[in-house]
């Protein structure tokens, strides 16, 4: 069967933020990857950016699932002396480089841009070019928690501050047709009790609202369904997964009728 689309359109897969939901990225880029959907560029934010760095390098699938579906809480969490977060970060790192490695972009088989937040001047800066991991740590960085990363006379947070599903940051790098995966929120209705459970309520409010009216922009979302499953419950990486196949199925008929792709 002969697969033609027209490719003068730039299609650009925007991948969002969500910690342990973001694990959904992976059932969401097999089924584009089967269904041989041409993506030109992936723009990532937070865990986002770490599934959008492993895809774009070809990294195997299966491969990518055995290191996620191993990660915790506790293989995450090094705990410091707060200053200006409360987790060091080097745990992070090392899964990061466990799955990425030395890598640069320039070694990459489809372009990516990271996105982080210049916590400082509360602005974005979205990354093309450097060696992967510490962009990607930058990015999945999240503020108060993990430790900020200093990278080019910056110090990066998150980029889900400002983007969690960027698709601004997809247009200005020429996108005409933008597919943007959006993990959803853990937001329960319940009462707080300590400060954790405020700030991931706030920060979990916060997002919400601001991918809900950065969907916009975005010619399809695929909106994973995940009812239950919090920001932490790694353990669960492969229901996030299976959740994240079954939603982009459900979108691979739009897709393709926006590509013009036929069989």
């Not at 790098?173 to 700030?199: T, W």
Request: charged content about 25%.
């Amino acid at each position: 069967m002969r697969l033609t689309f027209r490719k003068k359109d730039k299609v650009v897969l925007v991948l969002g933020g969500g910690s342990a939901r973001g694990l959904a990225h992976i059932g969401v880029l097999k089924v584009l990857k089967r269904e041989a959907i041409p993506i030109d560029m992936v723009v990532g934010t937070s865990i986002g950016a770490l599934m959008g760095a492993a895809f774009c390098a070809g990294i195997d699938f299966s491969l990518l699932e055995k290191k996620t579906q191993g990660i915790s809480w506790k293989n995450l969490f090094d705990f410091t002396i707060p200053q200006l977060g409360l987790i060091e970060g080097r745990k992070m790192e090392k899964l990061i480089k466990e799955i990425i490695g030395e890598r640069h972009f320039k070694d990459l088989k489809i372009p990516l841009a990271i996105v982080a937040t210049d916590i400082n001047n509360g602005i974005e800066v979205v990354y093309r070019r450097g060696l992967l991991w510490p962009v990607i740590k930058a990015s999945c960085s999240i503020p108060g928690i993990f430790n900020p990363v200093k990278l080019d006379k910056k110090l990066l947070v998150d980029g889900a501050v400002l983007h969690n599903v960027a698709t601004k940051v997809a247009r200005d790098l020429g996108a005409n047709k933008i597919i943007a995966v959006n993990v959803g929120f853990y937001v329960r209705k319940q009462e707080v009790k300590n400060l954790l459970n405020i700030f991931l309520q706030a920060w979990q409010l916060r997002g919400q609202e601001l991918s809900r009216y950065q969907n916009l922009d975005a010619e399809v979302v695929i909106k994973v369904n995940l009812p239950g499953i919090s920001p932490v419950d790694f353990h669960r990486a492969a229901e996030c997964i299976q959740q994240g196949e079954k939603a982009a199925e459900t979108k691979i008929p739009q897709i393709k009728k926006l590509l013009r792709i036929r069989r």
